[in-house]
């Protein structure tokens, strides 16, 4: 059975950091494209990253030179360091098993994590 669970979301000010854990099991972890999404209160799911498994990585505009996705195959997880967080990046963010297009699927994901910045 696949397991994705996502933890480290918070209340954190504007201009301040937070790092998003994503941990996974059931499936072989190094072989697969890891994305996150977000999705902010009223809107539908956006692709904000996706890592594969050579550890390339892209980014939506929004958050490139910000945020930064990584991996560690050793520990079934993969990061989301997010840097100079604004307001407008508060959202739940889920972590899904695949490439962007895993977004609109059935592919698993987590349950999520809230991201709040906020004074």
């Known amino acids: 059975e696949v397991q994705v669970v996502e933890s480290g979301g918070g209340l954190v000010q504007p201009g301040g950091s937070l790092r998003l854990s994503c941990r996974a099991s059931?499936?072989?972890?190094?072989?697969?494209?890891i994305t996150w999404a977000r999705q902010a209160q009223g809107n539908g799911l956006k692709w904000v990253s996706t890592?594969?498994?050579?550890?390339?990585?892209d980014y939506t505009d929004s958050v490139k030179g910000r945020f930064t996705i990584s991996r560690d195959n050793a520990k079934n997880t993969v990061y989301l360091q997010m840097n100079s967080l604004k307001p407008e990046d508060s959202a739940v963010y889920y972590c899904?098993?695949?490439?962007?297009?895993?977004?609109?699927?059935?592919?698993?994901r987590g349950q999520g994590t809230q991201v709040t910045v906020s004074t």
């Open positions: 059931g499936f072989t972890f190094a072989n697969s494209v």
């Open positions: 890592i594969n498994s050579n550890s390339n990585t």
């Open positions: 899904i098993i695949g490439p962007r297009v895993a977004i609109v699927t059935m592919a698993p």
